[in-house]
């Protein structure tokens, strides 16, 4: 029956770095630290937890399909924007691809980056063009919208996974006024960089701003994403969304946390410290980053083999060779637990030295 499934599925789908854990259990590791899927070590806010425990009791029930309480919560801490919300950012990076992409539609992409756009475009009949960055990893705006021409859809992540680089205001609202297209502008991990996009958002029409609960909020396994949309485009966001997005519970919890300010600064200023130290006393250079993890070059190592002798010592991280658009010397490193960091620190510098 395998083949009555579309060719788009035929070929491999997204790609979980799964290899390193197998080496480092194999070594003996019981408890290796784990550093290559950017997440947020910290657990979550208690009151979300509280939040969330409290929401189970109703479950019987559809959660409310306006995920107002949600919403009403994003417009306290961010102000009088339009937004959506559905699950994971990543289901609102497909839903907007169903408003927009018919089957032959082109969508650019800047490169190289986060592989799930690509994924999520050829599933819709849609073909990716990728927009090179420069040397730096940074976009350069005319470049963009040249290359960009003619598609309908433009992705560009700031801070770039895995690169960690941010673009400045100027080269997106510069991209947005002479972009003709609709600019998805992916910001997962802004609340590490702090560079403040939304009020672009007045200026331009053609600007959606992604955003997670998954990183800095440490919600990643109750998949809440959420965008700031343009007026006019919510309504066509509603028409091709599943009825139902959030289940109440995870809504439940990502409202009280986006309401506990403190505990997500607490998180966000541990993480630029060990940002911060990375920089500083890792012996091969790092890419400057604004997100909770850092781009290494390991030249004139390769990324697979650092990535197995890091395994070998009980340090999981990611290699950048599955990302197209980047040559085979740079590791990804997430900023976890201080034991994890300092495990992180000392085994690099370990393998610098051989
Ligand atoms: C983690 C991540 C997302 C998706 O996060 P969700 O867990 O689906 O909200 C989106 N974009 C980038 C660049 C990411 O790294």
Redesign the pocket.
């Known amino acids: 029956m395998k083949h009555l499934i579309r060719e788009v599925f035929q070929e491999e789908g997204y790609v979980f770095a799964t290899g390193a854990a197998d080496i480092a259990r194999e070594a003996g590791h019981t408890r290796p630290a784990r550093l290559a899927s950017?997440e947020n070590p910290f657990p979550p806010s208690p009151k979300a937890i509280r939040a969330a425990t409290d929401a189970l009791q109703n479950a019987n029930r559809y959660p409310d399909e306006t995920n107002g309480e949600f919403i009403a919560a994003l417009k306290k801490r961010h102000g009088d924007y339009r937004f959506v919300a559905s699950v994971?950012?990543?289901?609102i990076?497909d839903t907007v691809i169903r408003t927009l992409i018919s089957d032959g539609d082109r969508v650019a992409v800047a490169t190289p980056?986060?592989s799930?756009y690509g994924l999520a475009v050829r599933a819709q009949g849609g073909v990716t063009v990728s927009v090179p960055r420069k040397e730096d990893f940074s976009v350069d705006p005319d470049v963009f919208c040249r290359d960009a021409k003619g598609t309908k859809l433009a992705f560009l992540?700031t801070p770039n996974?895995p690169t960690g680089t941010t673009e400045t205001i100027e080269t997106i609202a510069h991209i947005c006024e002479n972009y003709e297209g609709i600019l998805f502008l992916?910001c997962?991990?802004i609340e590490f960089d702090g560079t403040d996009y939304r009020p672009l958002m007045k200026r331009f029409d053609n600007l959606i701003i992604?955003r997670?609960?998954?990183?800095a909020y440490s919600l990643?396994g109750l998949?809440?994403?959420y965008a700031f949309v343009p007026e006019w485009y919510e309504l066509f966001y509603h028409r091709a969304a599943t009825p139902f997005t959030l289940n109440m519970v995870s809504q439940a919890a990502a409202a009280a946390a986006l309401r506990d300010t403190v505990h997500v600064k607490t998180i966000v200023s541990v993480v630029q410290e060990w940002r911060k130290r990375f920089i500083d006393e890792c012996p091969y250079p790092v890419v400057p980053s604004g997100a909770n993890f850092v781009m290494v070059d390991v030249t004139p190592r390769t990324a697979g083999d650092v990535v197995t002798e890091l395994a070998q010592k009980g340090v999981i991280v990611r290699s950048c060779a599955s990302f197209p658009g980047l040559p085979n010397h740079y590791i990804r490193v997430s900023i976890g637990e201080p034991w994890e960091n300092e495990a992180f620190i000392a085994a690099i510098s370990e393998i610098y030295r051989i």
Do not use: E, L, Q
Request: aromatic share 14%.
């Open positions: 950017n994971g950012m990543d289901g990076i980056t986060y799930y992540c996974n992916d997962a991990y992604g997670t609960m998954s990183k990643a998949r809440v994403g």
